[in-house]
């Protein structure tokens, strides 16, 4: 039997990609996206939808990708 190591692949390949996560309550990082648009960061629909973090009550998360020039 052959040694056959798993090649693992990188989360983010393209490194002009920064992933923006945001944790917390649902209000919370309602608040956060709502403030970002605001500010002229990213449009609201450019975020997830917000899940529930695993394991935390209460908690929801949203990402967004941003490209880095």
């Excluded at 002009?16 to 605001?38: C, E, F, K």
């Excluded at 960061?41 to 949203?62: H, L, Q, R």
């Amino acid at each position: 039997m052959t040694y056959n190591p798993i090649s693992l692949q990188p989360i983010n390949p393209d490194p002009r990609i920064l992933p923006l996560l945001v944790i917390g309550t649902a209000d919370n990082v309602r608040a956060h996206i709502l403030r970002q648009h605001s500010l002229g960061v990213a449009e609201v629909g450019s975020w997830s939808k917000m899940i529930p973090v695993p394991n935390c009550p209460d908690k929801f998360m949203c990402i967004l990708n941003r490209i880095m020039a």
